[in-house]
C-alpha cells in the first residue's frame, strides 16, 4: 500500500510524528518507513475552475 502526501517541506516533521503515533510506515520489522523529495507540480485548468492565481491559491492553502 502506498501513502502519497503533498505538504510544505515546514510540516514533513509533524507529518512523520502523525504517521509513527498511528504505526503507518510499518513494514515488516522495520517502522517509520518514509520517502520525501521535493515535488513540482503543474495543471491546466478546465473551464469551470476558478481564476485564481498560484500565489493566491498557495496563501488561501496556507491559511487553512
Same mark, same amino acid.
Given at each position: %500500500?502506498? &501513502? ?7 510540516? @514533513?516533521?509533524? @507529518?512523520?510524528? +502523525? &504517521?509513527?503515533?498511528? !504505526? +503507518?510506515?510499518?513494514?515488516?520489522? $522495520? !517502522?517509520? %518507513?518514509?520517502? $520525501?523529495?521535493?515535488?513540482?507540480? %503543474?495543471?491546466?485548468? @478546465?473551464?469551470? +475552475?476558478?481564476? &485564481?492565481?498560484?500565489?493566491? +491559491? &498557495? ?6
Amino acid at each position: %500500500c502506498k &501513502l502519497e502526501i503533498f505538504i510544505p517541506e515546514t510540516h @514533513l516533521k509533524a @507529518l512523520q510524528k +502523525a &504517521l509513527q503515533e498511528v !504505526d +503507518a510506515g510499518h513494514i515488516g520489522k $522495520y !517502522d517509520s %518507513c518514509m520517502s $520525501y523529495s521535493p515535488v513540482t507540480g %503543474c495543471w491546466r485548468p @478546465l473551464e469551470a +475552475a476558478a481564476r &485564481l492565481s498560484v500565489n493566491a +491559491a &498557495l496563501s488561501a492553502w496556507s491559511r487553512n
